[in-house]
C-alpha cells in the first residue's frame, strides 16, 4: 500500500468534491496497487490504483484529436447510490482560453457498441469534448 499526503483543497463542483490536486506522473506511477491511501490533512482516502482509465493515461496525457493535455489529477469523491464514499482520480487539462479545467477521458477506438473492446490497443485518451463529439463513431473529427 502506498500514501501521498497533501492538504485539503475540498470544494463542491458538479456533484463531486475534491480534495486534492497531484501532478499526474505522481498518480500515474502507483497504477496497479490494490489500495492507495492518499490523505487530506488526516483523513485517508483508499483508491483503487488499477482502472483501466489509470492504463490508459499512462500510456498517453494527450487528447488523440485535439492534443490537449492532461496536467493536472484531482482525488474526488462521490457517494455511490448505497451512500458509500467512492473517492477516484480524474485526470483535468487546463484549458489555454479561458483556464477552466478539461475532464480527460478514456476513449475505445472501436466503440464497445460495435463490438469493441477493453483491450489495450483499443483505448486512447480524449478530453470530454472531442470524445462528446465523436459518440460511438469509429473516427472523431477535430
Same mark, same amino acid.
Given at each position: 500500500?502506498?500514501?501521498?499526503?497533501?492538504? !485539503? $483543497?475540498? $470544494?463542491?463542483?458538479?456533484?463531486? *468534491?475534491?480534495?486534492?490536486?497531484?501532478? !499526474?506522473?505522481?498518480? /500515474?506511477? %502507483? #497504477?496497479?496497487? +490494490?489500495?492507495?491511501?492518499? #490523505?487530506?490533512?488526516?483523513?485517508? #482516502?483508499?483508491?483503487?490504483?488499477?482502472? /483501466?482509465?489509470?492504463?490508459?493515461?499512462?500510456?498517453? %496525457?494527450? *487528447?488523440?484529436? *485535439?492534443? %490537449?493535455?492532461?496536467?493536472?489529477?484531482?482525488?474526488?469523491?462521490?457517494? +455511490?447510490?448505497?451512500?458509500?464514499?467512492?473517492? +477516484?482520480? @480524474?485526470?483535468?487539462?487546463? @484549458? !489555454?482560453?479561458?483556464?477552466?479545467?478539461? %475532464?480527460?477521458?478514456?476513449?475505445?477506438?472501436? !466503440?464497445?457498441?460495435?463490438?469493441?473492446?477493453?483491450?489495450?490497443?483499443? /483505448?486512447?485518451?480524449?478530453?470530454?469534448? *472531442?470524445?462528446?463529439?465523436?459518440? @460511438? $463513431?469509429? +473516427?472523431?473529427?477535430?
Amino acid at each position: 500500500m502506498s500514501a501521498i499526503r497533501q492538504q !485539503p $483543497k475540498a $470544494k463542491g463542483w458538479r456533484g463531486m *468534491c475534491v480534495v486534492g490536486e497531484y501532478k !499526474p506522473e505522481d498518480i /500515474l506511477a %502507483l #497504477y496497479g496497487d +490494490h489500495d492507495a491511501i492518499f #490523505y487530506a490533512g488526516d483523513f485517508p #482516502y483508499s483508491v483503487h490504483m488499477d482502472s /483501466l482509465r489509470y492504463r490508459t493515461f499512462i500510456q498517453s %496525457l494527450e *487528447c488523440c484529436v *485535439c492534443g %490537449l493535455r492532461g496536467s493536472v489529477m484531482r482525488l474526488e469523491y462521490s457517494y +455511490h447510490q448505497r451512500g458509500q464514499l467512492r473517492p +477516484h482520480f @480524474n485526470l483535468y487539462a487546463i @484549458n !489555454p482560453e479561458n483556464g477552466t479545467y478539461v %475532464l480527460m477521458t478514456k476513449d475505445h477506438i472501436i !466503440p464497445v457498441s460495435k463490438d469493441g473492446t477493453d483491450a489495450e490497443d483499443n /483505448l486512447q485518451t480524449m478530453c470530454s469534448p *472531442c470524445n462528446a463529439k465523436k459518440g @460511438n $463513431k469509429l +473516427h472523431a473529427s477535430s
